[in-house]
């Protein structure tokens, strides 16, 4: 059994072999999922299209397990889901899973089947299957990382750089961004714990620190009221919600990040700057969550937020990627399939 959490190949196929292939992506829509499956597509520089499915009554209830609702027709003409099929789809979340199975059943070599988390329906599911690093899923098909995939690479990263809204260029530095998560299945949020954060962004104000605030879908108004009040007397832009969301500028530009702890996406993309990163743990936490933290901390990516800051630390560490990983495997098996089937595949 291949260790996939290790370099499959020391020689992985370039990254262009796919580059300009179509592409499918499928998912419930699901913010999250479709920032995954986008980091992976982006990496491959597939051609892709996006492909939303909501099943509903019992093949909803089925999945993962069951068939596609037949009202999909798939594989038929006139389906979103027809010939010609792409060179390669990816899935993520349950209700796609009975779609990327069907798929790499009437497809066959032709298309290279990607599941990112765990299907929970077997390792057959699809070619290659990607899990985090923390979830217990392997085998020969399994690839494993720390972080998400996500599409901050160091160039787009650069790039955001280079192109700062003026509104941030004049915050003073340390800028701090600070990248709100909230309440979920793990972690609670007490009013003590919003204090205590509160507590240590009133320390980081009285050090000269400026700030670039973003809530997510799922922040509580009393965790932003909290940050608000907390940053008052600092620089600081605090995203209301309203236009497009300074989230990326805010990584780019920031000299020192600070996350909740609630959010796998969320924290891995900060670790892909390579800058220092602070996490804050409210109440609550699971085995999952505290593997996954001790991972970005052994790595030297992050430390735990401090509840009152002495001094402003600095550190640096390898930025973590975790798309351009899993576009290399892919590339790799990709091309090895191709080569092995030399005048079946085009």
């Known amino acids: 059994m291949t260790d996939m959490t290790q370099p499959f190949s020391q020689s992985p196929a370039p990254a262009s072999s796919l580059a300009g292939r179509k592409g499918w992506i499928i998912t419930d829509g699901k913010a999250g999922m479709v920032v995954q499956a986008k980091g992976v597509a982006d990496a491959l520089g597939l051609d892709y299209v996006m492909k939303d499915?909501?099943?509903?009554?019992?093949?909803?209830?089925?999945?993962?397990?069951?068939?596609?609702?037949?009202?999909?027709?798939?594989?038929?003409?006139?389906?979103?889901?027809?010939?010609?099929?792409?060179?390669?789809?990816?899935?993520?979340?349950?209700?796609?899973?009975?779609?990327?199975?069907?798929?790499?059943?009437?497809?066959?070599?032709?298309t290279y089947t990607v599941v990112l988390q765990d299907p929970k329906s077997g390792?057959?599911?699809?070619?290659?299957?990607?899990?985090?690093?923390?979830?217990?899923?392997?085998?020969?098909?399994?690839l494993a990382t720390l972080t998400s995939p996500h599409s901050f690479t160091p160039a787009r990263l650069k790039q955001l750089a280079d192109e700062l809204p003026d509104e941030i260029k004049v915050l003073p530095s340390p800028r701090v961004a600070v990248v709100l998560g909230g309440k979920?299945?793990?972690?609670?949020?007490?009013?003590?714990?919003?204090?205590?954060?509160?507590?240590?962004?009133?320390?980081?104000?009285?050090?000269?620190?400026?700030?670039?605030?973003?809530?997510?879908?799922?922040?509580?108004?009393?965790?932003?009221?909290?940050?608000?009040?907390?940053?008052?007397?600092?620089?600081?832009?605090?995203?209301?919600?309203?236009?497009?969301?300074?989230?990326?500028?805010?990584?780019?530009?920031a000299d020192i990040l600070i996350v909740t702890a609630d959010s796998v996406n969320m924290c891995g993309e900060a670790c892909a700057t390579g800058k220092p990163v602070y996490i804050f743990t409210p109440s609550g936490g699971s085995a999952k969550f505290a593997?996954?933290?001790?991972?970005?901390?052994?790595?030297?990516?992050?430390?735990?937020?401090?509840?009152?800051?002495?001094?402003?630390?600095?550190?640096?560490?390898?930025?973590?990627?975790?798309?351009?990983?899993?576009?290399?495997?892919?590339?790799?098996r990709y091309a090895k399939r191709k080569q092995m089937l030399s005048g079946i595949m085009s």
């Open 53 to 110: 499915v909501d099943p509903s009554g019992i093949w909803r209830i089925l999945a993962p397990w069951g068939p596609v609702d037949p009202a999909a027709k798939l594989g038929q003409p006139g389906s979103v889901f027809a010939p010609p099929w792409p060179a390669v789809a990816i899935a993520t979340g349950r209700a796609s899973i009975p779609y990327i199975r069907a798929i790499k059943k009437l497809a066959g070599p032709q």
């Open 184 to 253: 979920n299945g793990v972690y609670k949020f007490t009013e003590d714990d919003d204090a205590r954060f509160a507590a240590s962004l009133r320390s980081l104000s009285a050090l000269g620190a400026s700030f670039l605030i973003t809530p997510s879908r799922r922040t509580h108004q009393r965790l932003i009221a909290a940050a608000e009040d907390a940053t008052r007397d600092a620089p600081c832009i605090l995203w209301t919600g309203e236009g497009a969301n300074p989230y990326p500028h805010f990584l780019a530009a």
């Open 123 to 142: 390792p057959g599911t699809a070619d290659l299957i990607w899990v985090p690093q923390h979830d217990k899923r392997r085998g020969p098909n399994v």
């Open 291 to 332: 593997r996954f933290h001790q991972g970005l901390a052994e790595h030297g990516a992050t430390r735990p937020l401090p509840t009152v800051f002495e001094n402003l630390e600095n550190w640096t560490y390898e930025p973590l990627d975790s798309a351009a990983r899993i576009a290399g495997e892919i590339n790799h």
